[in-house]
């Protein structure tokens, strides 16, 4: 009572301006903040322009008259922070638990932004941090000589980590990757909490050993930056003999194998030699990554064989071409004792010797180059196509045949009545 009279004596313009001043607590909240859908606007940080709406992939610096419009717009609002590396919450480990194998990390970069966005149910804003996380590295892939990869985009709620709800509008994440020819999804689009995102992309040529992509939340803003690991392919040559008789007699198999490679099938290596033949100068691999090609020697000495594909990592083959010395000494020995199997030799061994030793290091050196005379012989005969001993036998054939045709007959052979 006591109080009411002292208001209704108080004189009229002390009155009217009781009546309107604000309280102080009243006075400086508004003087500091407004508060819309839950979201709290630091009035400072609107006079730094800090504060960012993204309203699809539109930016657009908050102020205080547009603050209403994009809190009724469900507009995402942005506000930098640092960047950290940060355990990635239970939730979202469970999640990555489920995705492919090669893809589980503990440790993600939490992107120097603390997002705010409405959630679908409750229609009031989140705090959110944006999780990034690699999955893998960036693999070259031979089919479409690129290399390839992806990584990982999530939203985490900082006040309940837990917390998977959906959002009322998507939260867009912008991707700058350096050179890529594909990038997929982009802008990223997430719209649900605690749920991973694989980012694609593709990138025709890389070098060093990381690939370095920026992430941000403002279309506008440089962004933080992931390095992803990029494994180097590398082929291997090996051979069935790195020794092998030289003069164009010796061969042997080139096998080429791809490692660091997400898809070698279909890839063309190409091949060189210094000295000999290739039967031919590029293989393309199969899908085990594997392609093999035949060497041929030209001389004696050796030979280092190459691949001239220069995205590619090798060490050259070395291949000994060894003077064919044993070659010849099992083909002459294999032509002698031919000749002397032959009735016609050991009638006449000096004659005959001369023609078996001749005629078998012909035919085989023929045979050796490819010449398959044994065939219409001996049909279901299956002689290795090297080795001394296979030489020797193939020289004693070529004897047995070659001393019947070539040395004449005696005058009593051709006397003789045919049977």
């Known amino acids: ?35 819309r859908g839950g979201y709290t606007l630091d009035q400072q940080a609107v006079s730094t322009g800090s504060v ?22 469900a507009a995402v609002f942005v506000e930098k922070d640092a960047p950290a590396q940060v355990a990635i919450p239970a939730a979202l480990s469970q999640a990555m638990s489920q995705l492919p194998a090669g893809t589980a990390t503990r440790i993600a970069t939490q992107l120097g932004y603390t997002l705010s966005a409405k959630g679908k149910d409750s229609q009031a804003y989140k705090k959110l941090r944006a999780l990034l996380a690699p999955s893998g590295g960036l693999l070259f892939d031979g089919a ?43 802008p990223v689009k997430l719209t649900r909490l605690n749920q991973w995102q694989a980012v694609t992309l593709e990138v025709p040529g890389i ?3 990381v690939y370095r992509i920026s992430v941000s939340a403002d279309p506008q803003d440089v962004g933080n930056t992931l390095e992803l690991t990029v494994s180097t392919p590398r082929l291997q040559l090996s051979a069935a003999n790195t020794r092998i008789d030289g003069w164009g007699i010796g061969k042997t198999q080139i096998t080429v194998s791809a490692v660091g490679m997400s898809v070698a099938e279909g ?31 030209d001389s004696s000495g050796g030979t280092r064989v190459s691949v001239a594909n220069a995205d590619l990592a090798v060490v050259p083959l070395e291949i000994r071409f060894d003077p064919p010395w ?24 000096g004659r005959a010797l001369g023609v078996g030793a001749a005629s078998g290091l012909l035919m ?44 004449p007959k005696t005058e009593d052979e051709a006397a003789a009545p045919k049977a």
């Open 207 to 209: 070098s060093g050993p």
């Open 364 to 407: 085989a050196l023929a045979y050796a180059v490819g010449i398959n005379w044994v065939e219409p012989l001996l049909p279901s005969a299956n002689i290795a196509g090297s080795g001394e001993a296979a030489v020797f036998v193939l020289a004693a054939i070529a004897a047995l045949v070659g001393v019947a045709k070539l040395l």
């Open 326 to 349: 044993l070659f010849a000494l099992a083909a002459l020995s294999g032509g002698l004792l031919g000749a002397f199997l032959r009735g016609k030799g050991r009638a006449r061994w």
């Open 267 to 297: 890839y063309r290596v190409q091949l060189s030699t210094e000295r000999g033949g290739l039967s031919s100068s590029s293989v393309a691999l199969d899908a085990s990554g594997h392609g093999s090609v035949e060497l041929r020697s």
């Open 144 to 186: 479409s000589g690129r290399y390839k990869g992806s990584f990982l985009l999530a939203l985490a709620n900082r006040a309940d980590p837990s917390d998977s709800s959906e959002l009322a509008s998507p939260v867009s994440l912008f991707v700058q990757a350096p050179g890529a020819s594909a990038l997929d999804p982009s």
């Open 52 to 73: 960012r709406a993204i309203v699809g992939d539109r930016a657009e610096t908050v102020t205080l008259a547009n603050f209403d419009d994009k809190a009724d717009q």
């Open 1 to 35: 009572m006591l109080l009411a009279l002292a208001v209704t004596g108080m004189p009229a313009n002390a009155q009217e301006r009781s009546a309107t001043r604000p309280t102080t607590s009243s006075s400086v909240r508004e003087a500091s903040e407004r508060v």
